[in-house]
């Protein structure tokens, strides 16, 4: 078996014959080409189509060539029913055998298409899972985004909380610090007036442990605020 490449509408075509029968399919090929070129001129397709318009384009030639085939076949059938005087035209007779060969090729160039066509509808429903999939991925990640968005707005408003604590603490401790400030000034105050009018021991001794008392209380509440 011989193998050849034919050119049909543009596209190529590997084709297997018998030896020494190159030239003939080649003719058969070329005159399948002419047709095809014929009806994608009609129907506004300048060059190679898709794989669908191809397959169409083929389908409608090979009818058109099957149609040529019949009518030879009618002629043929009226001239071997004519009268014994009537000699069949070798023309017709070689016209009818290429017609049927033509008809051959254009039977194998059609199941070719419509191969190809269902090649093509296989990856048509495998780029239309891939959407699918990528679509559900993508919600996935809106969802994840959500959910992100959602933590950062409760840590936001946690800072926001432990910042106002803050504050809070930091106020009390400038108060602690006035009253230390305070109290410094009473011990100063109780120093003076113990040096200067020698106040009563007993009486010192009573200020300054209500001044240790008034400090107790000032430790306390820092206390009790840093723990909050």
């Known amino acids: 078996m011989a193998q050849i490449t034919v050119d049909i509408h543009n596209r190529a075509y590997q084709v297997a014959c018998e030896d020494g029968q190159e030239l003939h399919v080649q003719k058969l090929a070329a005159y399948i080409d002419r047709r095809v070129n014929e009806l994608a001129a009609k129907s506004g397709v300048p060059g190679p189509a ?4 191809e397959a169409r384009l083929l389908v409608m030639a090979a009818l058109l060539i099957a149609d040529e085939l019949g009518e030879t076949y009618d002629e043929l059938e009226e001239l071997r029913q004519a009268p014994p005087k009537m000699v069949a035209d070798p023309a017709s007779i070689k016209a009818a055998e290429e017609a049927r060969s033509i008809a051959s090729a254009a039977k194998a160039q059609l199941a070719e298409a419509e ?3 269902r090649g093509a509808g296989a990856k048509l429903a495998e780029a239309e899972a891939a959407r699918q999939a990528s679509e559900g991925e ?3 990640a809106r969802e994840a985004l959500a959910a992100v968005e959602k ?7 946690a800072l926001q909380a432990a910042l106002s604590r803050a504050a809070e603490i930091e106020a009390k401790l400038r108060e602690a610090e006035a009253e230390q400030a305070t109290v410094r000034a009473t ?4 120093t003076a007036r113990a040096e200067e009018a020698s106040v009563d021991q007993d009486g010192v001794a009573e200020g300054l442990e209500a001044l240790a008392g008034r400090v107790e209380t000032m430790a306390d509440r820092l206390e009790r605020a840093a723990l909050r």
């Open 115 to 117: 191969t190809a066509a």
């Open 151 to 157: 933590r950062a707005e409760q840590a936001e408003a």
């Open 50 to 53: 898709g794989q669908v318009t």
């Open 138 to 140: 993508a919600r996935h």
């Open 187 to 190: 011990v100063a105050t109780l």
